[in-house]
């Protein structure tokens, strides 16, 4: 949904009666104001004509006394009314929609994007909405209402005051709007440099460890100081001083028109064009418009603002999801495993080409471990399995079912994954784990625990399988994250399991165990095995090994068989490694 107005009405319209209901007690505000004044003006009038006033005279100031009052009162009661039906329910359905949209994002834009900047945003549109509803609900539509109904009142009282306000709003007008649209263009780029700002923080935050481990807070410091001074500030100041010189011209404005308007007022009871009851409600009137002008401009401002802070922070909803899946497309129904990378190619936006014409055939059922060198292939072999990118040609075949044919969900429904770098919520221990399955059984947590061989460790914990892990985990160490990632993939008990460097956190004894734990599962459920591996020993008992280099599948296996090869690629790395040396 590219247009932010379009957005806000998609989340509005379920509702758009009670948001009616809303907007109308702003427009009370308007009329109890001339009512009041009115009746003041009357009663004035009375006590001009008379020394004493009985309460049969005085009815009618009375009654738009009270009529005022009450119909302010009831409308702002229907409005209290009307926001407790709908504003929260709008609000979660903005929230629900903007992380539908997020959520269904590129993985490639998570990659390229601070995640705290993300957040901002998110953040962002529900603030800046809210502040936007406030602006029309109190701010910018009462003032608005009073000028338009005083205005209205001045027409009907004195044609000639009226004309002599119209001329001053048809000067002043234009040029406060045409600062104030100059002025909301600065705020939205000082909006877009304070997300940036906000994910740099977020991303020191998320990192403060590395930071504590480096002793490296002042260069942080420093960097964010440096974008403050180089960048955001000099945003902030151009903006605040353009504000003042706008500020600066207005006032002078409003002044004349004040000064103008005294003497003119003056002019009119001197030559006895108006009565004392007259100047009186004139005077309320002029009073009410040139001050809830004067306010309604600088809410315009403001409001001007806010819409821009809030295109700023929509531009997450402009960003177009790469969808990967067809829009008819079907679930993914996995019998056997078999899977099959026929004539892949694939290049990333900003290199070349990291495969051409790859083919590869995983039977059934097989293990087969994958090496080589970084930048290999490797990863971005199994990104591609995942569907996290598209192939730029050929296919992904999983018995028989092209993956660009299934959704994606369904695809990594059947698919296990234990990566290098185990990424935890910030939930119970066994939440995470559970995190499997919904609604996992705390039985089927604790047996996937054994197995994993965690189950001891969990029963240390303060809380057991209640404690909470910290944010990614980062209260346990990283053999006990693996540990339980490996625990909820054993929980799983998808057909396909994908090992990228599985036990390479866990100490030697910790890994034989664990090694022990998933061949274990893996002959229960015959799940077809793809291993990435650069400690080759965790690989040697699979079915096949498949060697890389450059994109291209080099080497191609068993263990005995590739070790046997004179010259070969894998017995280079492997005698690496036996050698002690890095690979």
């Known amino acids: 949904m590219n247009n932010p107005f379009s957005f806000l009405w998609s989340v509005i319209k379920s509702y758009k009666y009670l948001y009616l209901i809303m907007m109308i007690a702003p427009f009370a505000n308007g009329v109890y104001s001339i009512m009041y004044n009115y009746a003041v003006k009357v009663l004035i009038d009375l006590f001009t004509q008379n020394q004493h006033i009985t309460l049969e005279q005085s009815w009618q100031p009375i009654a738009l006394f009270v009529g005022a009052q009450a119909t302010l009162d009831c409308t702002w009661r229907a409005h209290n009314f009307a926001q407790l039906k709908c504003m929260p329910y709008i609000l979660q359905n903005m929230l629900d929609k903007v992380c539908k949209h997020c959520f269904n994002l590129s993985y490639s834009f998570f990659q390229n994007n601070l995640s705290g900047s993300i957040v901002g945003k998110i953040k962002g549109i529900g603030d800046n909405y809210f502040k936007m509803h406030q602006a029309l609900e109190f701010k910018l539509s009462k003032p608005l209402w009073i000028t338009l109904f005083s205005g209205i009142a ?146 315009i401002k403001d409001f001007l603002e806010d819409v821009a802070a809030f295109r700023s922070a929509f531009a997450i909803m402009q960003t177009l999801q790469d969808t990967i899946d067809k829009p008819n497309a079907t679930e993914l129904k996995i019998l056997k495993g078999e899977i099959i990378f026929q004539n892949l190619s694939f290049n990333y936006a900003d290199n070349g080409k990291v495969f051409k014409n790859l083919n590869l055939h995983i039977k059934a059922g097989q293990k087969i471990g994958i090496v080589g060198h970084s930048g290999s292939g490797k990863s971005t072999l199994i990104s591609l399995l995942l569907k996290n990118f598209k192939a730029t040609n050929g296919d992904i075949i999983i018995d028989g079912q092209s993956i660009y044919n299934v959704s994606s969900d369904s695809l990594r429904s059947q698919i296990s994954l234990i990566p290098q770098d185990i990424m935890l919520f910030h939930r119970s221990v066994g939440e995470n784990i559970g995190y499997a399955v919904e609604h996992a059984a705390q039985s089927e947590i604790e047996n996937a625990s054994i197995a994993a061989n965690i189950d001891e460790f969990i029963e240390t914990l303060p809380e057991k399988y209640n404690t909470m892990v910290g944010e990614r985990g980062v209260k346990l160490s990283g053999g006990q994250r693996q540990r339980i990632a490996i625990a909820r993939a054993i929980l799983k008990n998808a057909p396909i399991l994908i090992l990228d460097e599985a036990t390479s956190a866990l100490d030697s004894q910790t890994e034989q165990e664990i090694q022990k734990s998933i061949n274990t599962m893996l002959a229960t459920n015959c799940a077809t095995v793809i291993a990435i591996a650069h400690r080759l020993s965790t690989i040697k008992h699979l079915d096949r090994i498949i060697v890389m280099e450059n994109g291209s599948i080099v080497e191609d296996g068993s263990f005995t068989e590739l070790i046997a090869v004179s010259n070969g690629k894998f017995k280079e790395l492997w005698e690496h490694q036996v050698n002690g040396m890095v690979v």
């Open 154 to 299: 001045l027409a009907f009282t004195n044609i000639k005051i009226f004309l002599f306000v119209v001329v001053f709003t048809a000067v002043y007008s234009p040029i406060a709007l045409r600062f104030f649209t100059k002025l909301a263009k600065m705020e939205q780029a000082k909006q877009n440099s304070w997300y940036h700002l906000f994910g740099t923080v977020a991303d020191c935050i998320g990192n403060i460890f590395t930071i504590f481990s480096f002793a490296t807070k002042q260069r942080e410091l420093q960097k964010i100081q440096d974008y403050y001074d180089d960048i955001h500030n000099p945003l902030v100041i151009r903006y605040y001083k353009y504000d003042l010189i706008i500020s600066i011209i207005l006032s002078i404005f409003y002044w004349v028109f004040f000064i103008s308007l005294f003497c003119y007022v003056i002019y009119m009871r001197n030559n006895g064009e108006i009565s004392v009851g007259d100047i009186a409600f004139i005077m309320s009137l002029t009073f009410l418009f040139a001050e809830n002008s004067w306010q309604t401009t600088m809410e």
